[in-house]
């Protein structure tokens, strides 16, 4: 690496650092599976010391970000770690995280019926070093509310997720990575009948210090298989719209 190179990384680890992003270290560095997606992430690595917001306006969208949360629990739990799941209207089947090697005997449903215990139960749990991650569903969460999650998992190192429902209320937050996932059509191998692997369409619509993009991503029964890489033009969005639709 010569010395603009050097100094240009430099700069671009700084920055994170300003910006709240503490760098994660050689342990925790590990690939969680997401091939190319994994590398528009700042240093290519997608950030476990952080806050991720999940769009869920429809129904489809969540049920389709569970699943997806479901095949990343797969590798962040693998240790033996478990997991909190908090919401006050939640919809997600424990034993279908099954179809993602997870198991829901490991995962603490907790089901309240107000939004503020959510984030009161999602904070105090995120500074559990002991699991592997925190997953809430929300409305909305305000930019202060988002900087004390945040401030939790720096300490702890716990990944949090958080699926938001109401996309109008889309205020600024200091989530590392803003996520839509939308379900597209399986695909059956040999045209055999049945239901294939379960097949999203995986946006990126903020990644701090990152690229967002768009990809289709599938679950391949034991590791994500990326099925078509970045693609970003309104054209190409449109049209998986219509074929979707």
């Known amino acids: 690496m010569n010395a603009k190179q050097e100094l240009v990384s430099k700069l671009q680890q700084d920055i994170l650092l300003w910006q709240g992003f503490k760098l994660q270290g050689k342990e925790a560095a590990e690939a969680i599976g997401l091939g190319e997606l994994e590398n528009v992430f700042p240093n290519g690595v997608f950030p476990k010391k952080a806050i991720h917001e999940f769009i869920t306006v429809l ?40 179809l993602f090697n997870v ?39 305000s930019l202060i509310e988002s900087r004390r999650l945040q401030l939790a998992v720096e300490g702890s190192g716990v990944t949090g997720f958080i699926l938001r429902k109401d996309a ?15 379900p597209v059509p399986s695909v059956t191998e040999d045209e055999m009948p049945g239901v294939g692997f379960p097949r999203w369409k995986v946006e990126l619509t903020k990644v701090r210090n990152g690229n ?34």
């Open 212 to 245: 967002p993009g768009s990809w289709i991503m599938e679950w391949g029964g034991d590791r994500f298989v990326e099925v078509l890489p970045a693609l970003k033009t309104a054209a190409w969005y449109d049209q998986e719209e219509r074929q979707i639709g």
């Open 168 to 182: 109008r209320k889309a205020v600024s937050t200091v989530a590392s990575a803003r996520w839509k996932i939308s």
């Open 103 to 141: 198991e829901p005997e490991r995962i603490i449903f907790m089901d309240v019926t107000r939004e503020k215990d959510v984030l009161w139960i999602m904070e105090e749990a995120l500074k559990c070093e002991g699991l592997a991650a925190v997953v809430a569903e929300l409305n909305e969460l």
């Open 59 to 98: 129904p489809e969208h969540a049920a389709a970000s569970d699943g997806f949360i479901g095949g990343l629990l797969s590798v962040l739990m693998k240790d033996g770690a478990a997991c909190v799941w908090i919401s006050t209207a939640r919809k997600l089947f424990p034993v279908s995280l099954c």
